[in-house]
């Protein structure tokens, strides 16, 4: 027997999901367009399966939220800009668009050599490596801001670093994770727990 497919709103990845650096949207949510403030709470769940299915193919995931909402997670770039552009599922008129926060990820690094270059400059030889945005870490001492070798990368996907990222840096030092809704298997090999970093002004 093959293996069991998980049903729909499920939120269980399908056999053929595998955890790669993406840098493109992956998570999107689906609402109703509604006057009358209309969710999926009353939808058939194969309603929603077979609309998706016939639209942009099987998709990763798809889960229903407590807000009636759904989340969807794609595998491909090509899923990802095909369900953006959905306006129906069957006849329910829908607004599709990329979570707010589940498509990026953010982790600190240490590196003394980075010391003197300018974020910008920093960003742009990462973007890359999926890095969309750089901020480095102040601290206040006797009145005066200053900067630290602690950087602050966002990530346009949920693999945090990619080990090319992490051989740029010489010290190799990844000190943490701020923020990351879903980490990829191999984060925990990359980050350790926070510790003995400086108060920040971010």
């Keep these: 027997m093959g293996k069991k497919k998980p049903g729909p709103f499920s939120g269980q990845q399908n056999a053929s999901s595998s955890s790669t650096f993406t840098n493109f949207p992956t998570f999107f ?3 109703r367009s509604s006057t009358s403030n209309e969710n999926f709470h009353t939808v058939s769940p194969f309603l929603v399966e ?3 299915i016939a639209t942009v193919s099987e ?3 798809t889960k229903k939220l407590r807000s009636g909402d759904l989340l969807v997670e794609v595998h491909s770039r090509k899923q990802s800009q095909q369900i953006v552009k959905l306006k129906t599922f069957s006849n329910i008129p829908i607004t599709v668009s990329p979570h707010a926060s589940l498509n990026s990820s953010k982790g600190v690094i240490t590196c003394g050599e980075l010391l003197n270059v300018p974020t910008e400059e920093i960003l742009k030889e990462l973007q890359g490596q999926g890095v969309s945005h750089v901020r480095r870490i102040s601290i206040r001492r006797d009145g005066q801001l200053l900067n630290t070798k602690h950087l602050i ?3 346009d996907s949920l693999c945090c670093l990619s080990p ?3 051989t740029l840096t010489a010290s190799k030092n990844i000190r943490s994770i701020l923020h990351s809704s879903f980490i990829c298997p191999e984060a925990p090999r990359v980050f350790s727990n926070t510790s003995g970093l400086p108060s920040e002004t971010i």
């Design 153 to 155: 990368l966002t990530f």
């Design 29 to 31: 949510l689906v609402k």
């Design 50 to 52: 077979k609309a998706i």
């Design 59 to 61: 998709v990763k995931t």
């Design 164 to 166: 090319a990222t992490t």
